[in-house]
């Protein structure tokens, strides 16, 4: 089960946090993505963290400003997304994959809402 919370409405330059639960898997086994997706646009991921080891990777378009971390003993992943801009906007799923480069997600949760405006 996914609980993913913290999406929302913020101004351009604006910060959100989301966080992401993820109950009934073994961290270690896995890499955690959050994606994107926007209407009309394909998905995005935005930044992937090795379970194991706690090491992140993002993509270019907000490398510098997003940050994405992760708890094991939690179960949780965060992304701190800073200076957002209204190119963010998009629904936010964490999604588990076998690795980072692999884009093909087992499973993933239901979104979160971030809008950025002007």
């Known amino acids: 089960e996914f609980v993913e919370s913290g999406g929302g409405l913020v101004q351009v330059g604006g910060s959100l946090r989301l966080s992401c639960v993820i109950s009934g898997i073994t961290f270690d086994d896995y890499a955690i993505t959050w994606f994107r997706q926007a209407p009309g646009m394909e998905r995005e991921a935005v930044a992937c963290?090795?379970?194991?080891?706690?090491?992140?990777q993002y993509a270019v378009s907000v490398k510098g400003r997003f940050t994405m971390s992760s708890d094991k003993a939690k179960n949780t992943v965060w992304l701190q997304m800073n200076s957002l801009k209204p190119e963010d906007t998009a629904v936010y799923h964490c999604a588990l994959n076998s690795e980072c480069s692999n884009h093909s997600y087992e499973r993933w949760g239901p979104g979160t809402q971030v809008t950025v405006s002007l």
């Open positions: 963290i090795t379970g194991s080891t706690g090491i992140a």
